[in-house]
């Protein structure tokens, strides 16, 4: 059975820093693409942060420049370092993990966990307040 858990989620001031882990069981990085989305209540589920196997990295517009994914293969998890973040960037933070690169084609869904990917951690929550 595959698993993603997710960690590192919590409540800090704008401008400060957070780094979330999802450790990867059932299956290996080999092959794989791993990234990050996010969903604030009433809002979409946002692709923020793709890399692949070979350590090809995505970022969204609004995240470049602040956030750094990156992954330990032997660990079997991916990072993703926060830093100067604002208020925006509260919702609740999913790892998602594929065999394909094209099943993070979709920049934007509609709920996170339904569709892309093919697993999906169960959530972290970031709070950054003003």
């Known amino acids: 059975e595959v698993q993603l858990v997710e960690s590192g989620g919590g409540s800090v001031q704008a401008g400060g820093s957070l780094r979330l882990s999802c450790t990867a069981s059932?299956?290996?990085?080999?092959?794989?693409?791993m990234g990050w989305y996010r969903q604030a209540p009433g809002n979409t589920c946002d692709l923020v942060s793709t890399?692949?196997?070979?350590?090809?990295?995505y970022y969204a517009d609004s995240v470049k420049g602040r956030f750094t994914i990156s992954q330990d293969n032997a660990k079997n998890t991916v990072y993703l370092q926060m830093n100067s973040l604002k208020p925006e960037d509260t919702a609740e933070y999913y790892c998602?993990?594929?065999?394909?690169?094209?099943?993070?084609?979709?920049?934007?869904?509609?709920?996170?966990?339904?569709?892309?990917?093919?697993?999906w951690g169960q959530g972290t929550q970031v709070t950054v307040s003003s």
């Open positions: 059932g299956f290996t990085f080999d092959d794989s693409y």
């Open positions: 890399i692949s196997s070979d350590g090809i990295t």
């Open positions: 998602a993990a594929a065999h394909a690169a094209q099943l993070f084609g979709a920049t934007r869904l509609t709920y996170c966990v339904v569709a892309g990917p093919n697993y």
